[in-house]
């Protein structure tokens, strides 16, 4: 055995103590340590670009269980659009709650700055492969404002300390590297990761003699802001500048996002209408059920008898479980023709009746939240319309039809009525109303 030194001795004793260190995480998390099944992790990451296996596998405090529609989609298609070596435009709208900004922001940076392992000879010898992949040396996060993506950064250099599945695999990629401080890090890879908003200026950016790769966007609009059409447009404006002329000349530069729909004018809107851009749009309720009737009564039962139910047990000091709510009895009860046709995205997570419900509770937000698919005040004819299950003896009835004149996109929707007149407190509640465009002869 060869003489060390002690710098050389005390740095074998660490690289020791740590390794041991992730053993016992390795077992604690549920991950074989051995060498060959290390091995196997690393190929299938690797070779087999694997992504929802290295999502679930090393980020289970980010995604688990079963996945939804989205996220089996997204797994397979992320890495594959990676790989192509023309540039991308793509966004994914899909409901609140499904790790959009996880599976993206947060697990994505950190894919990259493993697949940069295969820049390396050892690495490709290991894999026995011999394809060197395009560097993806320069990522850049996108936010409405500066503060989020830099939030994001955060979280990806946390993961890159303190993810001991991670470490276990690819101890090459995790730690400090030669840059890291809030709202910048370069990895041991040698990727780097830097956040902009919107309001700032990115013109001129490089990593070394390298333009920006990828970029990541997650909300790149605010509620307040989508309201305004103005901020529409310079939003718009500052995206395709951003996605044309930040990256490499030859156009190569892959631009990915996720985020809800919050008008029929902003950015997500827009790219479904532009040349060049790709929309993937998941719904919660991806269809409805075929009786809908019944979800009607069982709105009813939501409003007026779940209310009475939820103050007796309130009086009591105790909180009523769902199974004894009268609107969930009525469920179960019928369960069966009140599931048939219906096709969700998330059944392992979310069941039917929870989504049935939130959409009772506020229709506009559920619309815009879940469905991806929201109607502002701009493109309504009427708003503010309450439901009303009860009617008064005080109500006279009324009926009124609105004609259109058209079925096209920029035609007139039809209206057809049913009012009821309150004869005391002098005002029109609205019972019915069904409102779309359409010819005058399917009147």
């Known amino acids: 055995m060869s003489l060390l030194n002690e710098k050389e001795f005390l740095s074998e004793i660490d690289e020791l103590v740590q390794a041991t260190r992730r053993e016992i995480e390795a077992h604690k998390l549920g991950l074989d340590p051995s060498k060959a099944a290390i091995a196997k992790r690393r190929k299938r990451v690797l070779v087999d670009k694997d992504f929802k296996f290295f999502a679930y596998t090393y980020f289970p405090h980010h995604i688990r269980g079963e996945p939804s529609s989205f996220q089996r989609q997204f797994c397979t298609r992320f890495p594959m659009l990676l790989d192509q070596t023309v540039g991308v435009r793509e966004f994914w709208v899909a409901p609140r709650g499904e790790t959009k900004s996880s599976l993206l922001t947060k697990i994505g940076p950190v894919w990259v700055a493993v697949q940069a392992l295969l820049q390396r000879p050892s690495i490709r010898a290991e894999m026995a492969t011999r394809k060197i992949p395009d560097f993806m040396d320069y990522i850049m996060l996108f936010g409405a404002e500066t503060r989020m993506p830099t939030k994001l950064l955060e979280v990806v250099k946390t993961e890159l300390v303190a993810n001991a599945s991670l470490e276990l695999d690819f101890p090459e990629v995790c730690g400090r590297g030669p840059v890291w401080k809030v709202g910048d890090m370069v ?235 309150d004869t005391k407190k002098l005002q029109l509640n609205v019972i019915e109303a069904n409102i779309k465009r359409r010819v005058p002869s399917k009147l």
């Open 187 to 421: 990895t041991k890879t040698g990727v780097k990761v830097e956040p902009f908003g919107a309001e700032q200026a990115m013109r001129g950016t490089f990593h070394g003699a390298s333009r920006p790769k990828l970029l990541l966007g997650d909300d790149l609009i605010t509620d307040k802001e989508a309201k305004s059409p103005t901020e529409r447009e310079n939003r718009w404006d500052w995206l395709e500048k951003a996605v044309d002329y930040l990256g490499p000349p030859d156009g190569t530069v892959k631009f990915l996002g996720v985020g809800t729909i919050l008008n029929k004018d902003d950015l997500i809107s827009r790219a479904k209408k532009s040349v060049g851009y790709i929309v993937h749009h998941f719904k919660a309720i991806e269809k409805f059920p075929d009786n809908l009737h019944l979800w009607d009564k069982c709105e009813e039962i939501m409003r007026n008898d779940d209310p009475k139910v939820i103050k007796q047990y309130g009086k009591k000091g105790r909180i009523v479980p769902e199974n004894k709510l009268p609107s969930n009895i009525y469920w179960r009860k019928n369960k069966k023709r009140m599931s048939k046709g219906a096709v969700t995205s998330w059944p392992s997570v979310r069941s039917l009746y929870w989504l049935m419900k939130q959409r009772a509770k506020n229709r506009r937000a559920f619309s815009t939240e879940m469905q991806g698919d929201p109607r502002s005040d701009e493109d309504k004819v009427f708003t503010d319309i309450r439901f009303w299950v009860h009617l008064s003896n005080r109500w006279v009835p009324w009926g009124a039809c609105d004609p259109s004149m058209g079925k096209g996109e920029s035609s007139d929707p039809s209206a057809l009525l049913v009012g009821a007149y």
